[in-house]
């Protein structure tokens, strides 16, 4: 069943659909038939020969995202309206923020920071394959920790659990392949799950900032020099790697750059290092959409 056929026959489907949701979050069982996957290879930059700079796109099944919209909504509901909540500085998935939101918080905090004189310094984290590298065992154990209920958390695990997906390029397909881990891209629950899956990434480098929506994350910090700004940040970026480990991510070096906010123009070189390896430190980069530089000018953004 497509999209189309869905709306043009939403009265006559509405209610069997709704008898059928109920019974899976009853049950605590997504349905099998809602598990197959067909992977679109969406090209994201650089080198279209390098298969790691394509994004893999699940095109679902519409029902199932039927499903995950009713189960998205009630969870998005609890976490602003419960104590167990997600952290104060993830923009995605919380009643009144966005993306608009934190571009607007990241960059308003680093101009008041600059104000006061000095550096900023900020790290744009970018991990690998992130969606499809979660844990499930990590995750399960994740939500516990929210106080979800055990049939919501049976109901999150067989969602999870037992997935297939076949990928398919200029109409050729692949065979179908089992899937161990990960969250489906394209799905509706995958980013909220994940951004449960990171929340407490900030607890390891309590001493910087952070800013997270989704997987998008920036962390920086303000210092006298950019030496100081370097080294705080060579240390959280350390604390960030071996969180990493431990959760079964892992960030992409070559991709992850560094960016120093300063109302001066300086020529000093400062190092920021990730397991011993220095990142591009660029004078803009693409943060949410809005194109950022050094200067805080916009002027490539407007361009």
């Excluded at 966005?98 to 920071?113: K, Y």
């Excluded at 400062?270 to 943060?287: A, E, L, R, W």
Aim: glycine share 4%.
């Amino acid at each position: 069943m497509d999209s189309k056929m869905l709306k043009s026959l939403k009265e006559h489907l509405a209610y069997p659909i709704t008898q059928i949701v109920n019974q899976s979050v009853l049950e605590g069982i997504f349905p099998t038939i809602w598990k197959t996957a067909m992977v679109t290879p969406v090209f994201k930059s650089k080198d279209p020969l390098n298969i790691f700079n394509y994004r893999p796109i699940s095109i679902l099944p519409v029902v199932s995202k039927v499903a995950e919209k009713c189960v998205s909504e009630q969870l998005v509901s609890f976490f602003n309206n419960s104590p167990f909540t997600l952290h104060p500085m993830q923009f995605g998935f919380r009643a009144h923020h966005s993306a608009e939101t934190a571009n607007c918080f990241f960059l308003e905090t680093v101009r008041a920071m600059v104000d006061k004189g000095g550096v900023v310094g900020a790290v744009f984290l970018d991990l690998r394959n992130a969606f499809d590298t979660v844990n499930h065992q990590v995750l399960i154990a994740i939500l516990s920790t929210f106080n979800f209920s055990p049939f919501a958390i049976k109901w999150i695990e067989s969602y999870l659990t037992g997935r297939t997906q076949y990928v398919s390029v200029n109409n050729h397909r692949s065979l179908v392949l089992n899937l161990g881990t990960g969250v489906p891209q394209g799905s509706i629950l995958g980013p909220l799950l994940f951004s449960l899956y990171i929340n407490d990434l900030p607890s390891v480098c309590p001493d910087i900032n952070t800013l997270m929506y989704a997987d998008d994350t920036v962390i920086y910090v303000h210092a006298k020099t950019k030496h100081l700004a370097a080294a705080k940040l060579t240390t959280a970026m350390d604390q960030i790697t071996n969180w990493l480990n431990r959760s079964c991510l892992q960030l992409n070096v070559d991709k992850t750059v560094g960016m120093f906010f300063t109302k001066r123009q300086c020529n000093i070189v400062s190092n920021i290092t990730i397991s011993g390896q220095n990142i591009s430190i660029v004078p803009q980069v693409k943060y949410l959409g809005v194109i950022i530089d050094s200067n805080l000018s916009f002027k490539a953004h407007i361009k």
